[in-house]
């Protein structure tokens, strides 16, 4: 099968992968408009969880990848300047541009060719082939000159958020909410190599207005995030990489391909960072797609309509929690100011709603208590 791949994303890299490394016979390209080297953003995480479903898939790129991840048993909430460290949810995380190397290197390792600094705009430029997997991201051009097809919908989210680095290593996942003059911010952060962590910073549009940061520049704006959260970065910068606030897009296709093309990863669909599931989600769509091929051989068609069929309800399940996730932080202000630090940490755990008390009482004992103590009706 001739395979012509747009983007060399998690979800494009591993796809790529898997069928190459079931049939050698595949010519499969990646095309990646940026050079090797280049990437956005800073680190990516997993959650156990979100490893525990890779290890079932694929052990062998499971303990290829370990040796490279930052580990850490749990998470941090912090309620204005008040800590609350939450157990049972352990997390991994890795550099983007880590990660996408390792991968280069797997794939080229397996015959797959990837052609970098190549700007693929037309299907035409990939000249004739069986299969097109359009892997190209948040902004694909696939499906955007085809939304009608796949039935696209967006739904771009009020909140504004810029996703910055720091030189401080924090020691666990931690949602710090800061609560200033102007309203509440939010920064997410976690290390991702022991010398640096992602800092995404995150506000509600009224407090970012109030901010002014619509009429800041990138250098005024991190001195004033290194000011908000001058307490947890202890001296330490903020760190930009073409960083810029902007809106969350919150993506769905109801049709996920047509004739031969396919999307995955992010031009398939979006997932709130908040949930911390994007990369996960890229890849377990590269399993899905590659057993569908693997169902229906060369069938193109059937493996297509296979592949949602068998993907779709996973997927929709943690899409639906990602959307109610980004709605919880949407009220962060309100949160902030009218729970206090045991109940807002309840209420970050619970927000989704496939966390109930018990599986609470399961994870942190200690927190169920607590929170127990202030609504003992739980306990009659």
């Not at 995030?225 to 769905?252: K, M, Q, T």
């Not at 932080?329 to 045991?342: A, C, G, H, K, N």
Request: aromatic share 12%; net charge negative.
């Amino acid at each position: 099968m001739k395979i012509q791949i747009v983007g060399a994303g998690p979800a494009g890299l591993y796809f790529a992968a898997l069928m190459k490394r079931h049939d050698a016979s595949h010519d499969i390209t990646i095309h990646e408009r940026n050079p090797r080297t280049a990437t956005w953003g800073f680190g990516v995480v997993f959650s156990d969880r979100a490893l525990d479903f890779l290890r079932a898939d694929d052990e062998a790129l499971y303990q290829y990848l370990m040796p490279h991840l930052e580990t850490w048993p749990e998470i941090t909430i912090v309620h204005d300047f008040t800590r609350i460290p939450v157990a049972g949810n352990g997390f991994s995380s890795i550099g983007r541009l880590d990660l996408l190397t390792l991968l280069y290197a797997y794939v080229e390792r397996l015959g797959v060719k990837i052609v970098f600094d190549t700007e693929v705009t037309s299907f035409a430029q990939l000249g004739p082939c069986d299969l097109i997997v359009g892997a190209n991201g948040v902004s694909s051009w696939i499906r955007a000159e085809n939304e009608a097809k796949f039935g696209t919908r967006t739904d771009w989210r009020p909140n504004k958020f810029i996703w910055y680095g720091t030189s401080k290593a924090f020691n666990s996942l931690t949602l710090t909410f800061r609560n200033t003059d102007v309203g509440v911010f939010c920064a997410h952060h976690y290390r991702y190599r022991p010398d640096r962590s992602t800092f995404l910073v995150e506000a509600e549009e009224a407090t970012w207005k109030r901010a002014g940061f619509d009429a800041m520049s990138p250098q005024d704006t991190i001195a004033y995030c290194e000011r908000v959260f001058a307490p947890d970065l202890e001296g330490h910068p903020v760190i930009s990489n073409n960083s810029y606030w902007r809106n969350f897009p919150a993506i769905w296709n109801e049709h996920w391909s047509f004739d031969k093309v396919v999307l995955v990863g992010d031009a398939l669909r979006t997932a709130h960072f908040s949930i911390g599931s994007g990369t996960r989600l890229a890849m377990e769509d590269a399993v899905a797609l590659f057993k569908a091929f693997n169902e229906c051989g060369a069938d193109i068609p059937a493996a297509l309509a296979r592949f949602q069929a068998l993907r779709l309800p996973p997927m929709k399940s943690i899409w639906d929690a990602a959307n109610v996730s980004a709605h919880w932080y949407e009220q962060m202000d309100e949160l902030v100011r009218t729970l206090s630090p045991i109940e807002f940490a309840y209420s970050y755990m619970t927000r989704t709603g496939r966390v109930d008390h018990d599986e609470v009482r399961r994870r942190d004992p200690k927190l169920a208590q607590a929170y127990e103590r202030l609504h003992p009706e739980l306990l009659k």
